[in-house]
RNA sequence: ACAU
DNA sequence: AAATGT
């Protein structure tokens, strides 16, 4: 192997290192660890400087455990200007949008976790996919396990397609044996959920 | 308290 | 700072 520079942007000690061990020790068991490797030393000092984060995105993910890589991470969000609502899947592996829905208006926060996750799981069994399903959110977990969306959001004049949506989510449920996990997103350990919206 |  | 949920 070539000699290779490592830039770490978050880390125990941030910096750019000229070995994998010294690096390693920087990143390994930090959550959400942002690191890359580099093929020359300016490279490296340019990214660092930089502080490229998105391109230690791709690096970021190859640390995440092999189960998790072969998943689909699903996340909602309100934007604060309008309060609409937007979920959305990504294939962990590469971070590709798998699907994206909204804007719902007159929604929550959970609404979306809850539908994230089913449309996930219709997405992947309509392609005989196995591949677990992460998501950030442990009430969205529940709701889907009892085949149920607990919301206390009342109805409006806006959000007829929203509870219609919900409906036909806990129907399918209900009718079909899908054969994914779904399982919680360790934010704690490996850092924001690729599906996130960002700003936060 | 925990998770968004 | 506020809201959504168990
Ligand atoms: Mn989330
Ligand atoms: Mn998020």
């Not at 880390?11 to 010294?22: E, F, I, K, M």
């Not at 998105?54 to 934007?79: C, E, I, M, N």
């Not at 959110?137 to 396990?145: F, G, P």
């Not at 929203?162 to 997103?185: G, S």
Request: net charge neutral; hydrophobic share 45%; with cysteine.
């Amino acid at each position: 192997m070539a000699k290779k520079w490592y830039v770490v942007w978050r880390g125990r000690v941030p910096g750019v290192y000229d070995a994998w061990d010294a690096a390693r020790a920087q990143v390994e068991g930090y959550p959400n660890a942002a690191y890359k490797s580099f093929t020359s030393e300016a490279e490296a000092l340019a990214a660092f400087a930089a502080g490229d984060a998105h391109t230690a995105a791709q690096q970021t993910r190859a640390a995440l455990p092999p189960k998790v890589r072969t998943g689909y991470a699903v996340d909602a969000a309100l934007s604060s200007a309008d309060g609409l609502m937007f979920y959305r899947c990504v294939r962990i592996a590469d971070g590709v949008e798998i699907f994206r829905h909204g804007p719902f208006p007159d929604a929550t926060n959970n609404i979306g976790e809850f539908l994230a996750i089913v449309d996930a799981l219709r997405w992947l069994t309509a392609r005989a996919d196995r591949s677990p399903v992460f998501t950030d959110s442990n009430n969205a977990i529940l709701w889907v396990a009892h085949a149920h969306c607990a919301t206390r959001l009342p109805r409006t004049a806006n959000n007829d397609a929203l509870f219609a949506r919900i409906a036909e989510a806990e129907r399918w449920l209900m009718e079909t044996p899908y054969c994914n996990a779904v399982l919680k997103w360790r934010t704690d350990l490996w850092g924001e959920n690729p599906a996130d919206f960002g700003r936060k």
